[in-house]
T-cell receptor
Framework: DTAVSQTPKYLVTQMGNDKSIKCEQN?????MYWYKQDSKKFLKIMFS???????INETVPNRFSPKSPDKAHLNLHINSLELGDSAVYFC??????????????FGEGSWLTVV | AQSVAQPEDQVKVAEGNPLTVKCTYS??????LFWYVQYPNRGLQFLLK??????LVKGSYGFEAEFNKSQTSFHLKKPSALVSDSALYFC???????????FGTGTRLQVFP
């Protein structure tokens, strides 16, 4: 059973389109995240949610809008896609906030290519 | 600025030999430290973490890491490398008073037969 699952795994779309990436975790965790990995493999946090409440919003363009309908789901919607949005987007979760030393568990990633 | 450094882009080692992947950090206080591994076209898999206590931490797949506070390092080690260990390894730090991981730039480990 996949602990953190995200769909789609691969997405190719044109500039200007709007797309969503869905994420679900079946670990019973309270905290979920979106991380972005660029073409140089650099990883950076975008958002975190704890019990559906936004905790971290890391200076991400407002074209990116996370939505957490419940604590097991954290979806990422991207408006007006740009070429620079091409990256791998990782969903992740942890039992609670990291201040407790909890481990983050990552999904398999969603490869977004904007053409 | 808080940061994590992985000084080697690539590490090559022969199968059966010991391996070390280096990580140093620059954060205030006593951070939590993590190692993750990423296989091609896959997500990040948790290997081990240091929170407190014994400086030598053991993790998955025979990996271990040693926390050295004076050198602000958290090097990843394995006594005997396997070809299947070849992957991209990330060190990460959670500074105090934040709820995010700061990742290093990654080190590509290549184990040759």
């Amino acid at each position: 059973d996949t602990a953190v699952s995200q769909t789609p795994k691969y997405l190719v779309t044109q500039m200007g389109n709007d797309k969503s990436i869905k994420c679900e975790q079946n670990l019973g965790h309270d905290t979920m995240y979106w991380y972005k990995q660029d073409s140089k493999k650099f990883l950076k946090i975008m958002f975190s949610y704890n019990n559906k409440e936004l905790i971290i919003n890391e200076t991400v363009p407002n074209r990116f809008s996370p939505k957490s309908p419940d604590k097991a789901h954290l979806n990422l919607h991207i408006n007006s896609l740009e070429l620079g949005d091409s990256a791998v987007y990782f969903c992740a979760s942890s039992l609670d906030l990291l201040s407790s030393g909890n481990t983050i568990y990552f999904g398999e990633g969603s490869w977004l290519t904007v053409v | 600025a808080q940061s994590v450094a992985q000084p080697e882009d690539q590490v090559k080692v022969a199968e059966g030999n010991p391996l070390t992947v280096k990580c140093t950090y620059s954060v205030s206080g006593n951070p939590y430290l993590f190692w993750y591994v990423q296989y091609p076209n896959r997500g990040l898999q948790f290997l081990l973490k240091y929170i407190t206590g014994d400086n030598l931490v053991k993790g998955s797949y025979g990996f271990e890491a040693e926390f050295n506070k004076s050198q602000t390092s958290f090097h990843l080690k394995k006594p005997s490398a396997l070809v299947s260990d070849s992957a991209l390894y990330f060190c990460a730090v959670r500074p105090i008073n934040t709820d995010k991981l700061i990742f290093g730039t990654g080190t590509r480990l290549q184990v040759f037969p």
